[in-house]
């Protein structure tokens, strides 16, 4: 499979606990952005990976969240002490630059 | 504050009529311009994109960019069932896509 692919596909968790979520984006894809959607709405960015390199960060984004990419391959995300309005769909994308980004299946968060 | 605005719709148009979606974004300093499908439920697929002035057709698609105007529209020539979705504009700025909220288009068969 060379699309990115994103685990899990959906999960639900109670308000407070943490969350880890897994893209593994396009092999020679060196940019990784990882994005959250509430229904009616178009994309959010949340943050970018050039290789290893967290590039940018939205300003939106509260301290409980956190992205790595180890090595510029695969990225997670963690959302600490999760809270109802996290509820969303977290996608990730990646791009070779330029051209367009392909995204994952996404992950279905639920915060209960 | 950069924006790119879409007409949330719903857009109906009959079965084999011409659907027409339109954006326009307030960067003047962007370059690259998508069309991204997106079915409930599903993640954004990328339909076109385009880069400079004027049209440019892939199948039934065809992507038209007006820079001095700041506007770009998808057209859907002979539209079908399966072309009920809803339609995303995102505008290249910064090493990000600044994204429109959608809209939505129902093909009535």
């Known amino acids: 499979d060379t699309g990115v692919s994103q685990d899990p596909r959906h999960k639900i968790t109670k308000r407070g606990q943490n969350v880890t979520f897994r893209c593994d984006p396009i092999?020679?894809?060196?940019?990784l952005y990882w994005y959250r959607q509430t229904l009616g709405q178009g994309p959010e960015f949340l943050t970018y990976f050039q290789n290893e390199a967290q590039l940018e960060k939205s300003r939106l984004l509260s301290d409980r969240f956190s992205a790595e990419r180890p090595k510029g391959s695969f990225s997670t995300l963690e959302i600490q002490r999760t809270e109802q309005g996290d509820s969303a769909m977290y996608l990730c994308?990646?791009?070779?630059?330029?051209?367009?980004?392909?995204f994952g299946s996404g992950t279905r968060l639920t915060v209960v | 504050q950069k924006e790119v605005e879409q007409n949330s719709g719903p857009l109906s148009v009959p079965e084999g009529a011409i659907a027409s979606l339109n954006c326009t974004y307030s960067d003047r300093g962007s370059q690259s311009f998508f069309w991204y499908r997106q079915y409930s439920g599903k993640s954004p697929e990328l339909i076109m994109f385009i880069y400079s002035n004027g049209d440019k057709e892939d199948g039934r698609f065809t992507a038209q960019l007006n820079k001095a105007s700041q506007y770009v529209s998808l057209l859907i020539r002979d539209s079908q069932p399966s072309d009920s979705a809803t339609y995303l504009c995102a505008v290249d700025s910064n090493y990000q896509l600044i994204w429109g909220a959608g809209t939505k288009l129902i093909i009535k068969p």
């Open positions: 092999s020679e894809h060196n940019r």
């Open positions: 994308a990646s791009t070779p630059g330029g051209y367009g980004y392909t």
